[in-house]
């Protein structure tokens, strides 16, 4: 089965720029990868979406390599509220045959003053 | 605009019951998915519902249903519980079926099976 991995925890200081990567490995062709954030005790947040090259918003950015196999979310700037676990999130083949939803185990992020 | 309501927050159960989750999607959203949250794993998809009828399934045993109601809104149903089945359960509603769509999440109901 295609799996989705990401490191399990990073820490950085407020002010620094963070990158996260997650590989996803047999990525279907039309397929997107995004990201979401998650707070304790929330529903995650839709963070952004990329399907290649690069893509930017408010609050991050999206970089995605022509081979599809893997993305890095950066996060310009962090503050202490940027504390959270971030996953990426893309469409995996199921035992079944079809594409459902996958979540990788996500990242924590711990900002630090 | 209220976004996706769960309820309820938090639930006890025992071993062998039944339960039964509800979500109310974002207005204007038509589509609502499920998901399992074990404690330090990512969300793990259970099933997708649109036009009142499950469109998409993760690999979760039968004893997972769910229902979509006229008005959007979703119940997951699970029977016989299992210890293994404690975790939040998070609803996510989105504006059209599909799988790459933006979802929003709710803040989840907190299952616990003793």
């Known amino acids: 089965l295609a799996k989705t991995t990401q490191p399990i925890s990073m820490d950085s200081y407020e002010g620094q720029e963070v990158n996260i990567t997650c590989s996803h490995n047999?990525?279907?062709?039309?397929?997107?990868i995004t990201w979401y954030q998650q707070f304790p005790s929330q529903g995650p947040r839709f963070i952004i979406q990329?399907?290649?090259t690069k893509v930017t918003n408010e609050v991050a950015s999206l970089f995605i390599p022509a081979d599809r196999k893997s993305s890095t979310l950066s996060l310009p700037r962090v503050s202490l509220s940027d504390t959270a676990v971030y996953y990426c999130?893309?469409?995996?083949?199921?035992?079944?045959?079809?594409?459902?939803?996958?979540f990788g185990r996500g990242t924590s992020l711990i900002v630090h003053p | 605009d209220a976004g996706v309501t769960q309820s309820p927050t938090h639930l006890i159960k025992t071993r062998g019951q039944q339960v039964t989750l509800r979500c109310s999607p974002k207005?204007?959203?038509?589509?609502v998915s499920w998901y399992q949250q074990a404690l330090g794993q990512g969300p793990q998809f259970i099933f997708q519902?649109?036009?009142?009828?499950?469109?998409q399934r993760g690999n979760f045993p039968d004893r997972f249903s769910g229902h979509q109601f006229p008005n959007y809104s979703s119940e997951l149903n699970v029977n016989a519980l299992l210890l293994g089945d404690s975790a939040l359960y998070l609803c996510?509603?989105?504006?059209?079926?599909?799988?790459?769509?933006?979802?929003?999440f709710g803040q989840g109901t907190r299952l616990t099976v003793v």
């Open positions: 999130l893309s469409n995996k083949e199921s035992p079944g045959g079809s594409y459902i939803p996958t």
């Open positions: 519902y649109y036009e009142e009828e499950e469109r």
């Open positions: 996510a509603s989105s504006l059209e079926v599909g799988l790459n769509t933006e979802a929003f």
């Open positions: 990329g399907y290649k």
């Open positions: 047999n990525i279907a062709t039309n397929d997107y």
């Open positions: 207005s204007g959203h038509d589509t």
